[in-house]
């Protein structure tokens, strides 16, 4: 999987993990807070329903009980002949507009004797039978069962008093209001609109029928019927939560009060329910939760275009340092690399940078040893086929030189064989040195001694070309661990090789430098043709060489002596113009130098 793609979906998973369950805990926590805040104003709201209600039915049970008492009342017993008592009831009706759709007055036949409507005089009334017994100051007052029809057009609570006879003992009749019930529907439709949406209102009697409702409830006729008997609660005031049905598909939150009279008076078992839908009440929470998701949406474009970004800093420089590996497959000329990003990928491409340069000088290593191989087979072969034939021509020809018959011609020749002899016997001897050099005996010596040294025995071919050769190095000796001997033949083959290739009046400078902590550092410069670019990687091979009449194998055991010393020799352009050689030595052999 892309590395992109990777942190993409991490992103996405850590703003899931953060995100999700702070949602989740958010939104429970709202909705419980605001179920209990939703709770509290319902079960407020029932209460003061429930104390409205009962100071309304008090002030009519209280009305009609008053009136019963009053001595135009009496009139009754005498068939109101005049007419003042029906006149008196209807100053009532017209005095409580709304409140009572009649007042009459009924004797012991059950004819009207006198009423505020003059239609319903000596009409014959039978009444439906007493419902509720209800108690008020100095008397009592009774409500006959209701008689309710959808669609609840006419709505009439019977309050009855009985009249008293004020010369007599007993009853001479009974005094009846007429409540309009839709003045408690008109209160009820009035509550059931709020701020957090539609609620609805219920009235049960004592049984748990339904007696008084709001629109909703008449609509779907419930009136008189026991279908909110069981939402009714065990505490006086408190809050439940329901299915709804049938008031609404969705489950509902119930605040339930019961009736305690007025003055504790007229206590009739009534209780009220102020129902509200979950779904309405909830709806800030579920704006909440919109709100939530929009903002993880959004959240999650900005997290996605910062994976985006971050994924393009980290994987476009591993991008380039992979495209650059496979050009080094294909190629190890190519460039390395300026890889960009963060910390960690640089330090990775520098260590791959420097991964690849230890591979290549392992390569080089590798090859040299091989070419060194290949040289002491050669050694081998030569020095056992080769040094035994010549020592014999040696011999033959230093034999011939002493006799006397011998022509300068052949004398000449003679002397050609004991030369070439010679040279021969002395290319054996390097190429054995080459392949098989001498263990080395480190011993604590002063390097620039041995640099003085060597220019010292090269001084007279110096002057023989008049070059100068000038050396700068500390006052203050130079004490490394060394062999002697190999470092006078290293130095002394790096500078012959500046002599005999520099033309006339050239110059050698040697300089050496202590302030290493590890090594000491020597360069050899002078001011002659210099190395070709291209032969620096093939300087130090064996057999390599441009100078005439050279074997190429000095470079190759002056390299293998640095080496044995742990140390570490490169070639490059000099700062007088020709080639600068640079060593760098230990001063101990428990260091290496890389």
Same mark, same amino acid.
């Given at each position: *999987?892309?590395?992109?793609?990777?942190?993409?979906?991490?992103?996405?998973?850590?703003?899931?993990?953060?995100?999700?369950?702070?949602?989740?805990?958010?939104?429970?926590?709202?909705?419980?807070?605001? #179920?209990?805040?939703?709770?509290?104003?319902?079960?407020?709201?029932?209460?003061?329903?429930?104390?409205?209600?009962?100071?309304?039915?008090?002030?009519?049970?209280?009305?009609?009980?008053?009136?019963?008492?009053?001595?135009?009342?009496? #009139?009754?017993?005498?068939?109101?002949?005049?007419?003042?008592?029906?006149?008196?009831?209807?100053?009532?009706?017209?005095?409580?507009?709304?409140?009572?759709?009649?007042?009459?007055?009924?004797?012991?036949?059950?004819?009207?004797?006198?009423?505020?409507?003059?239609?319903?005089?000596?009409?014959?009334?039978?009444?439906?039978?007493?419902?509720?017994?209800?108690?008020?100051?100095?008397?009592?007052?009774?409500?006959?069962?209701?008689?309710?029809?959808?669609?609840?057009?006419?709505?009439?609570?019977?309050?009855?008093?009985?009249?008293?006879?004020?010369?007599?003992?007993?009853?001479?009749?009974?005094?009846?209001?007429?409540?309009?019930?839709?003045?408690?529907?008109?209160?009820?439709?009035?509550?059931?609109?709020?701020?957090?949406?539609?609620?609805?209102?219920?009235?049960?009697?004592?049984?748990?029928?339904?007696?008084?409702?709001?629109? @909703?409830?008449?609509?779907?006729?419930?009136?008189?019927?026991?279908?909110?008997?069981?939402?009714?609660?065990?505490?006086?005031?408190?809050?439940?939560?329901?299915?709804?049905?049938?008031?609404?598909?969705?489950?509902?939150?119930?605040?339930?009060?019961?009736?305690?009279?007025?003055?504790?008076?007229?206590?009739?078992?009534?209780?009220?329910?102020?129902?509200?839908?979950?779904?309405?009440?909830?709806?800030?929470?579920?704006?909440?939760?919109?709100?939530?998701?929009?903002?993880?949406?959004?959240?999650?474009?900005?997290?996605?275009?910062?994976?985006?970004?971050?994924?393009?800093?980290?994987?476009?420089?591993?991008?380039?340092?992979?495209?650059?590996?496979?050009?080094?497959?294909?190629?190890?000329?190519?460039?390395?690399?300026?890889?960009?990003?963060?910390?960690?990928?640089?330090?990775?491409?520098?260590?791959?940078?420097?991964?690849?340069?230890?591979?290549?000088?392992?390569?080089?290593?590798?090859?040299?040893?091989?070419?060194?191989?290949?040289?002491? #087979? *050669?050694?081998?072969?030569?020095?056992?086929?080769?040094?035994?034939?010549?020592?014999?021509?040696?011999?033959?020809?230093? *034999?011939?030189?002493? #006799?006397?018959?011998?022509?300068?011609?052949?004398?000449?020749?003679?002397? *050609?064989?004991?030369?070439?002899?010679?040279?021969?016997?002395?290319?054996?001897? @390097?190429?054995?040195?080459?392949?098989?050099?001498?263990?080395?005996?480190?011993?604590?010596?002063?390097?620039?001694?041995?640099?003085?040294?060597?220019?010292?025995?090269?001084?007279?071919?110096?002057?023989?070309?008049?070059?100068?050769?000038?050396?700068?190095?500390?006052?203050?000796?130079?004490?490394?661990?060394?062999?002697?001997?190999?470092?006078?033949?290293?130095?002394?083959?790096?500078?012959?090789?500046?002599?005999?290739?520099?033309?006339?009046?050239?110059?050698?400078?040697?300089?050496?430098?202590?302030?290493?902590?590890?090594?000491?550092?020597?360069?050899?410069?002078?001011?002659?043709?210099?190395?070709?670019?291209?032969?620096?990687?093939?300087?130090?091979?064996?057999?390599? @060489?441009?100078?005439?009449?050279?074997?190429?194998?000095?470079?190759?055991?002056?390299?293998?002596?640095?080496?044995?010393?742990?140390?570490?020799?490169?070639?490059?352009?000099?700062?007088?113009?020709?080639?600068?050689?640079?060593?760098?030595?230990?001063?101990?052999?428990?260091?290496?130098?890389?």
């Amino acid at each position: *999987m892309p590395i992109h793609r990777i942190l993409l979906i991490s992103f996405l998973l850590l703003l899931l993990l953060a995100t999700v369950p702070i949602v989740g805990l958010s939104f429970y926590a709202s909705r419980v807070a605001l #179920e209990a805040e939703i709770g509290r104003n319902l079960k407020n709201d029932a209460a003061m329903l429930m104390e409205q209600i009962d100071m309304l039915i008090f002030e009519r049970l209280q009305n009609v009980h008053s009136w019963s008492h009053l001595d135009i009342i009496q #009139e009754g017993r005498i068939g109101d002949i005049d007419k003042r008592l029906a006149q008196f009831l209807g100053e009532l009706e017209r005095g409580y507009p709304g409140v009572y759709r009649n007042l009459f007055y009924l004797d012991k036949d059950n004819r009207i004797v006198a009423a505020g409507d003059p239609a319903l005089i000596k009409q014959v009334f039978q009444p439906p039978g007493d419902w509720i017994h209800a108690q008020v100051p100095h008397g009592e007052v009774f409500l006959e069962t209701l008689q309710l029809q959808p669609p609840y057009e006419q709505a009439d609570l019977l309050i009855r008093a009985p009249v008293h006879d004020s010369y007599a003992s007993g009853d001479i009749g009974q005094l009846y209001g007429v409540f309009d019930l839709r003045q408690i529907f008109r209160l009820f439709d009035q509550a059931s609109h709020s701020d957090s949406g539609e609620r609805f209102v219920i009235l049960l009697d004592a049984d748990g029928r339904t007696i008084a409702s709001s629109a @909703t409830a008449r609509e779907q006729k419930l009136l008189l019927t026991d279908t909110f008997a069981g939402w009714r609660l065990a505490e006086a005031n408190g809050i439940a939560v329901h299915t709804g049905k049938p008031l609404t598909d969705s489950s509902v939150l119930v605040g339930y009060a019961v009736s305690k009279g007025y003055q504790d008076y007229a206590n009739m078992g009534w209780s009220l329910l102020v129902i509200q839908s979950t779904q309405q009440a909830f709806q800030p929470i579920w704006a909440l939760w919109w709100l939530f998701f929009a903002a993880f949406i959004t959240t999650g474009l900005i997290a996605s275009g910062v994976a985006q970004w971050v994924a393009g800093r980290v994987a476009k420089p591993l991008l380039d340092l992979t495209a650059w590996v496979r050009c080094f497959q294909k190629s190890s000329d190519c460039i390395s690399p300026a890889v960009s990003g963060a910390r960690e990928v640089r330090e990775l491409s520098s260590a791959f940078g420097q991964l690849i340069e230890d591979l290549e000088r392992s390569r080089q290593q590798v090859v040299h040893a091989a070419k060194l191989a290949v040289v002491g #087979e *050669m050694a081998a072969i030569m020095a056992h086929e080769v040094r035994t034939p010549l020592g014999i021509l040696q011999t033959t020809a230093q *034999m011939l030189q002493w #006799e006397t018959a011998l022509s300068p011609e052949g004398r000449e020749m003679t002397q *050609m064989i004991a030369d070439e002899s010679t040279r021969l016997n002395r290319l054996i001897s @390097t190429l054995l040195d080459c392949a098989r050099p001498r263990q080395p005996n480190m011993q604590s010596q002063d390097l620039h001694k041995i640099i003085a040294r060597v220019i010292d025995l090269l001084a007279t071919q110096a002057q023989k070309k008049s070059i100068q050769v000038d050396w700068s190095m500390p006052e203050h000796a130079a004490i490394i661990e060394c062999d002697q001997e190999l470092l006078v033949q290293v130095f002394l083959n790096l500078i012959l090789n500046a002599i005999q290739i520099i033309p006339a009046n050239g110059r050698i400078r040697v300089h050496t430098d202590c302030s290493g902590s590890e090594s000491v550092k020597i360069a050899i410069e002078d001011n002659g043709p210099g190395i070709p670019a291209d032969n620096c990687a093939r300087l130090f091979d064996p057999f390599f @060489t441009t100078r005439e009449g050279g074997i190429g194998l000095g470079l190759t055991v002056t390299q293998q002596i640095v080496s044995v010393h742990k140390g570490h020799i490169s070639a490059d352009k000099s700062g007088l113009g020709g080639a600068c050689f640079t060593l760098f030595l230990p001063f101990s052999q428990e260091q290496k130098i890389c």
